[in-house]
């Protein structure tokens, strides 16, 4: 498969317990993105990586929420005392230098009971 | 900050007729990419069509069109010959030169394809 990958693809928690979604993108592609999109709506920037450097990040992103990417390949994306508010679709999308179109995943559907 | 705004929450249209779907912006720069983009039931985002600002010639992919009124700050998207696999969230987005690739999205527009 030589897509961006997402896991898991739906993840339900109770309120208070933290998650983790993982993005494994497209070998070549050095810059990473997660979005998330809440029913109904388009998708929202939460943060930005070139390699492994995370380069931007929203005003979204509150202090509850941290991403990473080690190495500059997957990168991951915690969420910690998930709030009912946190339900939503978590997207990962990549691309390579000089490349001016994204490529998603499929998404991480995060619900929080 | 720049917005984008699609304002037909669903659309339906007849098996191999002709629909459009409209994207409105607002932005006081000169250069920008704008994007309409499909995203299935449960499956992921993917790029149907771009256009940069700086080009007048609207951009074609086979049967997806684009009209591009940049004074207008209008992005509308023709679909031509619907076909049941057009069914999904048509999503309009606006890029910044300078942006990072952070793009801006609109609420989506549900297109709905009748047999």
């Known amino acids: 498969d030589t897509g961006v990958s997402q896991n898991p693809r739906h993840k339900i928690t109770k309120r208070g317990q933290n998650v983790t979604f993982r993005c494994d993108p497209i070998?070549?592609?050095?810059?990473l993105y997660w979005y998330r999109q809440t029913l109904g709506q388009g998708p929202e920037f939460l943060t930005y990586?070139?390699?492994?450097?995370?380069?931007?990040k929203s005003r979204l992103l509150s202090d509850r929420f941290s991403a990473e990417r080690p190495k500059g390949s997957f990168s991951t994306l915690e969420i910690q005392r998930t709030e009912q508010g946190d339900s939503a679709m978590y997207l990962c999308?990549?691309?390579?230098?000089?490349?001016?179109?994204?490529?998603f995943g499929a998404g991480s559907r995060l619900t929080v009971l | 900050a720049q917005t984008v705004t699609q304002s037909q929450p669903e659309m339906s249209v007849q098996e191999a007729e002709t629909v459009t779907l409209s994207c409105t912006y607002d932005?006081?720069?000169?250069?920008?990419?704008l994007f309409w983009y499909k995203q299935p039931p449960s499956r992921q985002m993917i790029l149907v069509i771009r256009?940069?600002?700086?080009k007048q010639q609207n951009a074609t992919e086979n049967r997806f069109s684009v009209n591009f009124q940049k004074a207008a700050k209008s992005f509308s998207l023709k679909i031509s010959d619907s076909q049941l696999g057009d069914a999904a969230m048509y999503f309009c987005?606006?890029?910044?030169?300078?942006?990072?690739?952070?793009?801006?999205w609109g609420a989506g527009t549900k297109l709905i394809i009748k047999p």
């Open positions: 999308a990549t691309r390579g230098s000089g490349a001016n179109v994204l490529t």
């Open positions: 070998s070549e592609h050095n810059r």
């Open positions: 990586f070139q390699n492994e450097a995370q380069l931007e």
């Open positions: 932005t006081s720069e000169s250069d920008y990419y």
């Open positions: 256009q940069e600002a700086y």
């Open positions: 987005a606006y890029r910044s030169m300078d942006s990072n690739y952070q793009l801006i």
